[in-house]
T-cell receptor, first 115, second 112 residues
Framework: GAVVSQHPSRVICKSGTSVKIECRSL??????MFWYRQFPKQSLMLMAT?????????EQGVEKDKFLINHASLTLSTLTVTSAHPEDSSFYIC???????????FGSGTQLSVL | GQQLNQSPQSMFIQEGEDVSMNCTSS?????WLWYKQDPGEGPVLLIA?????ELTSNGRLTAQFGTTRKDSFLNISASIPSDVGIYFC????????????FGKGTKLTVNP
């Protein structure tokens, strides 16, 4: 299957700082990427849909000024958690659709811990 | 809100046993995907289904797209310890957007 690389895998930061997470499709071009958040022992919660060359579409209840998404190229989307607070601590996962838009491949996730 | 009902929520089985889990909905789906997630990792795609009635295998795993297009099941035969993890179903609604709807997951524990 297609490979989606997510970096970093783990980050610990102080409250008030911003954290950037990168998501790359390594062997295919992805016009659409998705960002999810996952709490312990729960399913994935879609945060936003990232579209190359246009603004991201955020799910209801997700603050777009808090979670900045940039999809500047067909292989890279970034999620920046701005002014992070302890309640932002979570597991963040990106995903990308294959060319046919049928299958969704996930990155390995980023565990964010805000102190 | 959540539109997929995945069951069971958890399973505890002995190595060598077969496992079955399913997802149901009141809505019609065009696509069913089954994923496995290990702790601290992203979900890995196991099987993708695109047609009603489709039965697809991937090694010891078999999944089917229900004929009503409202359900899907995943079977694991002759389980081994490395099958431990959380299994998620995901579907794409008929007439819906490109977004996937996820089940809440089935946590599988395999005792050696």
């Amino acid at each position: 299957g297609a490979v989606v690389s997510q970096h970093p895998s783990r980050v610990i930061c102080k409250s008030g700082t911003s954290v950037k997470i990168e998501c790359r499709s390594l062997d295919f071009q992805a016009t659409t990427m998705f960002w999810y958040r996952q709490f312990p022992k729960q399913s994935l919660m879609l945060m936003a849909t990232s579209n190359e060359g246009s603004k991201a579409t955020y799910e209801q209840g997700v603050e777009k000024d808090k979670f900045l998404i940039n999809h500047a190229s067909l292989t890279l989307s970034t999620l920046t958690v701005t002014s992070a607070h302890p309640e932002d601590s979570s597991f963040y996962i990106c995903s990308a659709e294959d060319r046919e838009g049928e299958k969704l491949f996930f990155g390995s996730g980023t565990q964010l811990s805000v102190l | 809100g959540q539109q997929l009902n995945q069951s069971p929520q958890s399973m505890f089985i002995q190595e060598g046993e077969d496992v079955s889990m399913n997802c149901t909905s009141s809505s019609i789906f065009n696509t069913w995907l089954w994923y496995k997630q290990d702790p601290g990792e992203g979900p890995v795609l196991l099987i993708a289904l695109y047609k009603a009635g489709e039965l697809t295998s991937n090694g010891r795993l078999t999944a089917q797209f229900g004929t009503t297009r409202k359900d899907s099941f995943l079977n694991i035969s002759a389980s081994i310890p490395s099958d431990v993890g959380i299994y998620f179903c995901a579907g794409r609604l008929q007439g819906g957007s490109e977004k996937l709807v996820f089940g809440k997951g089935t946590k599988l524990t395999v005792n050696p």
